[in-house]
């Protein structure tokens, strides 16, 4: 009788593993796959990463941010060894460190330490007459600081590693961007001086603020922080109540690098909660909205879901989102948005990963992973990767397998540093 009760529980258990494998070999091909849109697509003189691809583009410095945090992982997971990794990294901070900075409009990458949004891939120069900004700035300079953290042994590629890093940090002039202190402007350029908008009210500049309190060279007011959520909205969508965005990656973006777990603010400390469980609400939001499906579009439910900035049909690249009030939904959905939920809803992102690649194939899934986006009621699919989009697909699914770049970022000075001057206490800062 107990023989037969233990080999039970032993066909349970393997029953249990057999289940699990494909479910982790997927999350592995997917995460290999996006990380190899960073590895082979690099610049070999600039290091520069594609805005996207296959269609020939200039470069993201915001996908350079989330690439030199992949190539991170990659090591850690065994995509490619320790030393590859840090040399690529390092050879891609050093190639942004001698980039030229100044005022003029042409023939320069950024200003004040920081870059211009977009840079010609081959030359590192300003793309026509972009501007230079603070939010896509702050995506690289996490990537460094996450380089500059995970790179710790004592060598000679890996120190450089963590001294070109803290050189990048340390030049940028944070209070030169504060047009209207104590908030922080979107942005700049040589024609138009600063951008008329400031960073305020919850969106994917948590990062800007935290970045911008934690230097060590030009720090910011800590009023600042309360500035950025002046115009903060609450509200019920779905039967969530949370702080609200419409797309989802302004629910997903920072968290990418601080691991908002267990640490509040005075902002959510009066409402309950902290920033990961307001992203987990949001996200379950979304994916009840797409249940619901109340514009009938072909597909939406419980397996296929999620919005946020994407390409589209008819090429149109716009910010797509649900929340209360706010209702941007013509049918594109956007994997990124659904895959990188899964550190706040594994149980809602897993499937939609198995049922987009099972239902639609390589029409979805491809060389570099998904494609940006499709539209299910249009027979629509994507040509191209985009960079924003795949990193956080890499950072989360790790964030989710082990926690490697919270783990990591909470042991960086700055950002603890940041954190503390934005009055974040309690969890892992105690």
Request: hydrophobic share 40%; glycine share 8%; charged share 20%.
């Amino acid at each position: 009788m107990r023989r037969a009760a233990a080999l039970c529980l032993s066909l349970t258990l393997l029953a249990c593993a057999h289940a699990a494998r494909p479910q982790t070999d997927l999350l592995d091909d997917v995460e290999r796959r996006s990380f190899h849109f960073f590895w082979d697509l690099a610049d070999s003189k600039t290091f520069l990463i594609h805005d996207r691809a296959p269609t020939p583009s200039f470069s993201s410095i915001a996908a350079v941010g989330f690439g030199l945090t992949a190539y991170g992982i990659g090591a850690e997971r065994g995509y490619v060894t320790r030393d590859e990794a840090a040399q690529r990294t390092l050879a891609t901070l050093q190639s942004m460190l001698a980039m030229k900075q100044g005022p003029e409009p042409r023939g320069i990458s950024g200003y004040k330490g920081f870059f211009y949004h977009f840079l010609d891939m081959q030359t590192a120069e300003r793309f026509k007459t972009v501007e230079l900004s603070t939010v896509d700035t702050s995506l690289l300079l996490a990537g460094a600081l996450f380089s500059q953290s995970y790179f710790d042994r004592d060598n000679a590629t890996e120190k450089a590693i963590r001294e070109t890093a803290e050189t990048l940090y340390e030049r940028v002039d944070w209070n030169w961007e504060q047009a209207r202190p104590p908030a922080i402007s979107m942005g700049w350029t040589p024609e138009e001086g600063f951008h008329t908008y400031d960073w305020r009210g919850y969106n994917e500049a948590m990062i800007v603020v935290i970045l911008a309190l934690g230097s060590p060279t030009h720090p910011v007011d800590a009023s600042a922080w309360s500035e950025y959520h002046k115009t903060d909205k609450w509200g019920t969508f779905y039967g969530q109540e949370h702080l609200l965005f419409a797309p989802l990656f302004g629910h997903q973006y920072s968290h990418v690098w601080i691991d908002f777990r267990g640490i509040q603010d005075a902002n959510n400390r009066a409402h309950g909660i902290d920033y990961f469980e307001n992203s987990r609400r949001a996200t379950l939001a979304q994916h009840a909205y797409a249940v619901d499906n109340p514009k009938h579009w072909r597909d939406y439910g419980d397996k296929i879901w999620g919005l946020t900035a994407c390409d589209g049909p008819k090429e149109t690249y716009m910010a797509r989102g649900a929340t209360e009030g706010d209702i941007r939904d013509d049918g594109t959905i956007a994997p990124t948005a659904a895959v990188s939920s899964i550190a706040f809803a594994p149980e809602l992102a897993i499937p939609a990963i198995h049922e987009m690649q099972a239902l639609y194939g390589d029409k979805l899934y491809s060389k570099y992973g998904f494609v940006d986006a499709f539209n299910p009621t249009l027979d629509w699919f994507d040509a191209d990767y985009l960079g924003i989009d795949q990193g956080p697909i890499v950072a989360m699914i790790e964030n989710h397998r082990s926690g490697l770049v919270w783990k990591t970022m909470r042991k960086n000075p700055h950002i603890v540093r940041g954190l503390k001057r934005a009055g974040f206490t309690g969890g892992w800062l105690k």
